[in-house]
Nanobody, 121 residues
Framework: QVRVLESGGGLVQPGGSLKLTCAASGNILSVNWMIWYRQTPGKQRELVAKITGGEVTTYADFVKGRFSISTISAENTVDLQMNSLRPEDTGVYYC???????????????WGQGTQVTVSS
């Protein structure tokens, strides 16, 4: 069984920084990509940043220049460094991993439970 666990959320003042970590563990042969999504109050879940196994990154326009995604591929871990945080960044941040299990020829998506980020003075 494969699990995805997010950590690092919390309360921060506007203009502050947080680093979120997503770790995938279990019967994993390889991770193809990992994505951070968020769900902010009153909105649908939206993509924040994505990183592939080849470390190609993609960012939503609303975080470009403020957030940075990076990976420690050998550990199936992805970090999301969030700087210059704004109140509108408040929400639950989720990690989605696409992986191939040992002994499998198909890939599977797995979600984490999410971590709360609150930006407030």
């Amino acid at each position: 069984q494969v699990r995805v666990l997010e950590s690092g959320g919390g309360l921060v003042q506007p203009g502050g920084s947080l680093k979120l970590t997503c770790a995938a563990s279990g019967n994993i042969l390889s991770v193809n990509w990992m994505i951070w999504y968020r769900q902010t109050p009153g909105k649908q879940r939206e993509l924040v940043a994505k990183i592939t196994g080849g470390e190609v990154t993609t960012y939503a326009d609303f975080v470009k220049g403020r957030f940075s995604i990076s990976t420690i591929s050998a550990e199936n871990t992805v970090d999301l460094q969030m700087n210059s945080l704004r109140p509108e960044d408040t929400g639950v941040y989720y990690c989605l991993a696409n992986y191939r299990a040992i002994g499998s020829i198909v890939t599977t998506d797995v979600w984490g439970q999410g971590t709360q980020v609150t930006v407030s003075s």
